[in-house]
């Protein structure tokens, strides 16, 4: 059965609010399927390729939502977005995007949170990946992702240099 997971969400929080939010994604088990270190620089796979690909293509597909700094590392994937409500967010309020079951509950999770636009990114990811392995329906990520809201300047700052400095690090 599922275990039952606390949130790290900070309560009361729109997490669709214009605001600037540092996330971080793990590859399942944490094999280093998304590329290799190589004196300090990640180099990518074909499915750390088809990361890059979707992470970019994202101010495209996800009006609202600005990519900041970020880094592939082998076994996982981190990121600093901007949510521009006012582009992201359609008139009229936030909708539903869907209802997930669980083991005797259900959950929605709002429509164009930094939730709902990672759960996407995840899925777009996956399909593609499991493709070129030749692995349908396997999972590639592991279940939900660190975000973090970002609360001031030098927050911001302090997050761009660790993910500057995160393949050099190791």
Known sequence: MFPIR???RLRGFDYGQSAAY???LC???RPAILGQLHHGEVLLSPAGEIVREEWTNTPLVRPGIHLDEWVIMPDHFQALVFIDEDRHRP???V???RS???PSIRFQRPARTIGSFIAQFKSRTT???NIIRGTPSARVWQRGCHDRIIRNEVELDNVRSYIRKNPKQG
Do not use: N
Request: hydrophobic share 30%.
């Open 6 to 8: 606390s949130s790290t």
């Open 22 to 24: 540092f996330i971080t």
């Open 27 to 29: 590859v399942d088990g």
């Open 91 to 93: 008139p009229g309020g």
């Open 95 to 97: 909708g539903a995007h």
């Open 100 to 102: 997930a079951p669980g």
């Open 127 to 129: 399909t593609r990946i």
